[in-house]
């Protein structure tokens, strides 16, 4: 299979056909690229191009973030995609090697950047920041095994919201997590599960079960693979690649098995011999119990799930961590078979969309130390959270497929026609631009065709496609004398020869048309969006 | 001067203050850099963080701009940041060598995006589009000169219109000029004018001229540089370094010093003799006639000029080209004395703000065969135009100093506050966060301390900050009598004591309040941008 083929075929799953398009069937894909061998006529690995409804519906998202985070004092800022590959270095643990290097073209060494943390950590440390509540939605960058339809590719956006500042224990932290329930909630996502653990008591049980300091961050870096790995697994990982013993590893087994609400859990821990002694452990024990009552202000505690497999990759977390997970989050239930199949079918597996979930689809937590690795030890403490909205989008996307049909990708409300014909018809192209230029200075959206002389037919076609509600017709015999005729569309009356105006009455004789039409529609995209 | 230096100055002088941060001085900024060694506490060379009140009238720019778009029936697109290379290649004649790649790591051998016009045409090509208007607002790449504060950026954004399909000669590209006007005109630009070319004349009268067909595209790549230097020095460049003659050199002379409304300069080539025979130049001319009639029709001819010397650097356009200028493009009048003062002070010119203009802020044209490159020949017409609004950025902010002042970086409308003291005070925490709850669930944009306790002075000063219109207070006193306190902010009379509320009506309330407040007020933001 080529990269064409499968590009082209990952395209047709992932994205609704594009206006004007035939979608392309692999058959016909592959002919292309046979013919075109200077050309690979495709986008890069793990990218898409994004258009049509399905760019309707992430603008949508976007819009409904951006409220949610702008509900909540943000602000927000725009740093580059590329960052001084320095200020990458060392914040990622295992994932480094997923970063992205730009080429040494002679100038500085620059990376793509990798999430919108570290270049809000080191915004905050460039400015001398003492606070701030910051919002940000961009593209990141990872050279990852991408499974398309699944929403995991190589270049996809977050949507960030990160406080930043020294606040009382807990309070920002409770905050973010009602934000992001209140985030997935209006983005139509019911039944996720919000999962919390804390660092400091994680690298607590970790001490407490005998791991040497120096071995926690890998010790975390394997209980992070418990979402997808079974326990043996990792336990084999811990002992065998990570040199622990077989009780240690046994050890940790019995915490990181635990998982229920945050009072239970706390009070299993807080009567654990083990754990009395540990400082660690204790100061994050502490830390959950304040939580636990400010989820309740916030009447969130249903959502949440304290789960002490969760150890979430990076470095850079110091306290709470969360991540939110779905009924899709998971791989499907016959995941290992179709990876066997689809390995043994190709060489190099191009797209993992088959056997994965769509894992997590936000994730974030409190990272009091990162700051100060750009600031020479004088940290701001911080905590966020980063909405994975490509993976949400794949969930709305499947769940609303029949409402979709319903969206226009444009949003034309006019369309200026000419009817006419026989002896000295010329179209009234000019004229046509005259009414249509009158419509766009009242800011109303309006198309014509662009012909000098257009038959009705391809006309209505036009309009039809534009998703406009209403025509306004200049006549052969009626625009000399001063008159427009409007006709309201995609109301199926073809006979319907709509009301007839003068010119000087278009534009508010358009706008209120517009506005009694509009008066008790519902948006499309928002009961879309919203799951109504 | 180190870098750090330069980038704290170029920042300083292009960048208001962000939230909580003392703008730095050169001479604390480059002590910084002496103590990090082993960091250089900046962005790369030629790109800025964005943050505060410039992301927010950046922001109302990019609104501005896509309402305009969707205007003119417009739908968007989003296509990857780098694309395979052979995508870039043979595109951007002399500028090639800007383009930044990606390191090879073993895979694909990509590029960043120099522009948004050739992925534009690789997505017609690639999903057999015949025909789109599509805009598309994102960043693009550029290892050039920079000169951070007149807007000319390594990344930057633009803004782009584009209209692809088989129509009537000169329809669509009418209505790109129009959409020009209406664009600059609704950012506050007035003084601009477009400059107007088209390349089958300016081909035509090269040949008439005397210079062979092989010679023609760096000719006119001599001649797009006639906007920065004067006459002389490109025809030097034509006789020494492009090997013609000093007679055609002269005869291109002639032509190319014409400029004027387009029926005067069409008049002119109308009757030259030298171009008579010249097909190309009198398929041209007859295409500008077409567009003379249009341009009266949408009633923008006031903002044209016909330019001869217009040529436009890079290889794709086939037909009309066009570039909007201001009286800010123009480089400092003492310019060449500025860059070789600057030139003489150090080694390597880092920032060529002092001595440069802003450049054109708009600029596109005709590409008939773009996208055919990339589908076997079987090609789609297509004519755009880009804003450059980071130049248009520069000169609203140049304007608007005073105007900046009132406007706030977040949209925050309530500020949650407790007023207590003495025994038995708990600072009302858990309650400030139901209470705020309450408001978020209403839409209503709403923050309050994160402390525990908070002193009165503390929460007013903070909800100062965030630019909030009202101030909910929960008393020791009334709150457990089911009372709040709501107080209007910003009014100057700290003597006000706020009306009593029962906290059932709080939404319906504080809503009411909100639309009483802002019932006259003239929204700031819109306001700066379109320059009333």
Redo the contacts between chains.
């Keep these: 299979m080529s990269d064409a083929t499968i590009a082209a075929a990952t395209e047709a799953a992932a994205a609704a056909p594009?206006?004007?398009?035939?979608p392309?069937s692999s058959k016909k894909a592959s002919k292309k690229s046979k013919?075109?061998d200077?050309?690979?006529?495709?986008?890069?690995?793990g990218?898409?191009?994004?258009?049509?409804k399905d760019?309707v519906i992430?603008?949508a998202i976007f819009g409904t973030l951006t409220?949610l985070f702008?509900?909540?004092?943000?602000?927000?800022?725009?740093?580059?995609?590329?960052?001084?590959r320095?200020?990458l270095t060392g914040k990622y643990g295992e994932d480094s090697k997923l970063i992205?290097?730009?080429?040494?073209?002679g100038?500085?060494l620059?990376s793509?950047r990798y999430d919108l943390t570290v270049p809000f950590a080191?915004?905050v440390?460039?400015?001398?920041?003492?606070?701030?509540?910051?919002y940000h939605i961009a593209?990141v960058y990872r050279?990852d095994q991408p499974a398309m339809t699944k929403g995991r590719m190589r270049?996809f956006y977050q949507c960030d919201f990160d406080?930043a500042?020294n606040?009382?224990t807990m309070?920002?932290d409770?905050?973010v997590l009602?934000l992001l329930c209140?985030g997935l909630t209006s983005l139509g996502v019911k039944d996720f599960k919000i999962k919390l653990n804390h660092r400091k008591i994680l690298d607590g049980i970790f001490q407490a079960c005998g791991v040497k300091d120096e071995d926690v961050r890998k010790i975390s870096s394997a209980v992070d693979k418990l979402d997808k790995s079974p326990w043996e697994a990792v336990k084999k990982e811990m002992v065998v690649e990570k040199g622990q013993s077989e009780e240690v590893a046994d050890r940790i087994g019995n915490f990181v098995k635990l998982n229920g609400s945050i009072r239970d859990v706390l009070q299993i821990l807080q009567s654990n011999d083990l754990l009395k002694e540990n400082e660690s452990a204790q100061k994050g024990i502490e830390e959950m119990s304040i939580l636990a009552?400010?989820v309740?202000?916030?009447?969130i505690a249903g959502f949440t799930s304290f789960d002490l497999s969760l150890a979430r990759g990076l470095d850079y977390y110091t306290g709470l961590i969360y991540e939110a997970v779905t009924s899709a989050s998971a791989p499907p239930t016959n995941a290992s078979e179709l990876k066997e199949k689809a390995q043994k079918e190709k060489t190099e597996v191009e797209d993992a969309s088959e056997y994965v979930g769509v894992g997590s689809i936000a994730a974030g937590g409190r990272y009091d130390n990162l700051v100060g690795m750009?600031?020479?030890g004088k940290s701001i403490p911080c905590v966020g959270i980063s909405f994975g909205v490509e993976r949400i989008f794949s969930i709305i996307k499947a769940r609303a497929t029949k409402e979709l049909e319903k969206i226009s990708?444009?949003?034309?409300q006019v369309f200026v026609m000419a009817f006419g014909g026989g002896e000295g018809w010329n179209g009234f192209?000019?004229?046509r631009?005259?009414v249509t230029?009158k419509l766009?200075s009242a800011?109303?959206?309006?198309?014509y065709l662009?012909?000098?002389k257009a038959n009705i037919r391809k006309q209505f076609d036009a309009a039809e496609k534009?998703g406009a509600q209403i025509a306004v017709i200049l006549g052969k015999e009626e625009y000399p004398q001063g008159q427009l005729r409007l006709k309201v569309l995609g109301q199926g009356d073809d006979s319907d020869q709509g009301e007839i105006i003068n010119v000087d009455d278009l534009v508010s004789v358009v706008q209120d048309k517009l506005s009694s039409l509009n008066k008790d529609g519902l948006d499309e995209i928002t009961r879309l969006i919203k799951g109504l």
Excluded at 100 to 105: A, S, T
Excluded at 125 to 134: E, H, L, Q, V, Y
Excluded at 409 to 412: A, D, G, I, V
């Design positions: 594009i206006a004007n398009t035939k392309q013919k075109q200077q050309f690979l006529l495709k986008t890069p690995k990218t898409k191009d994004w258009a049509d760019m992430r603008e409220s702008k509900r909540h004092g943000g602000v927000t800022i725009d740093t580059p995609v590329f960052e001084l320095e200020i992205y290097n730009l080429e040494d073209q100038g500085e620059t793509l080191r915004f440390a460039c400015n001398s920041i003492s606070s701030i509540k910051r593209k050279r270049e406080v500042g606040y009382d309070v920002p409770s905050e009602t209140e009552d400010y309740d202000a916030f009447e750009f600031s020479n990708s444009s949003q034309t192209l000019k004229e631009m005259g230029n766009w800011g109303i959206n309006t198309e662009y012909k000098s534009s």
